[in-house]
């Protein structure tokens, strides 16, 4: 019923940039807030990034550790996130997921969490 696909992941040098991309499709109502998660190999799933909903883009939020390098922002029409990473590094070496709070046609009271299933990043040295 809904989809969500991400895409823009690879290998970069450290100090490069990428750039990710979350598109959710299907039957939507609307969405309310999109997130980066990372999760890297023995480590716990952490929040990278945060936008909430709202016209106006919505208010960000960030991990402090990306804090400067990395941006967050949504384009409401096509219903995608995006997730902008500069100056990486090998540390930001990582699955990067999609997360997105949004309401569907048939439930358009309530809103669900839908995850992305999952982009890898990696960062050398």
């Known amino acids: 019923q809904v989809q969500l696909v991400e895409s823009g992941g690879g290998l970069v040098q450290a100090g490069g940039s990428l750039r990710l991309s979350c598109a959710a499709s299907?039957?939507?109502?609307?969405?309310?807030?999109m997130a980066w998660y990372r999760q890297a190999p023995g480590n716990q799933r952490e929040l990278v990034a945060g936008i909430t909903g709202g016209g106006s883009g919505g208010s960000t939020n960030y991990v402090d550790s990306v804090k400067g390098r990395f941006t967050i922002s949504r384009d409401n029409a096509q219903n995608t996130a995006y997730l902008q990473m500069s100056n990486l590094k090998p540390e930001d070496t990582a699955v990067y997921l999609c997360?997105?709070?949004?309401?569907?046609?048939?439930?358009?009271?309530?809103?669900?969490?839908?995850w992305g299933q999952g982009t890898q990043v990696t960062v050398s040295s």
């Open positions: 299907g039957r939507i109502f609307s969405i309310d807030a």
């Open positions: 997360n997105v709070d949004l309401r569907t046609l048939s439930n358009p009271y309530y809103a669900r969490t839908y």
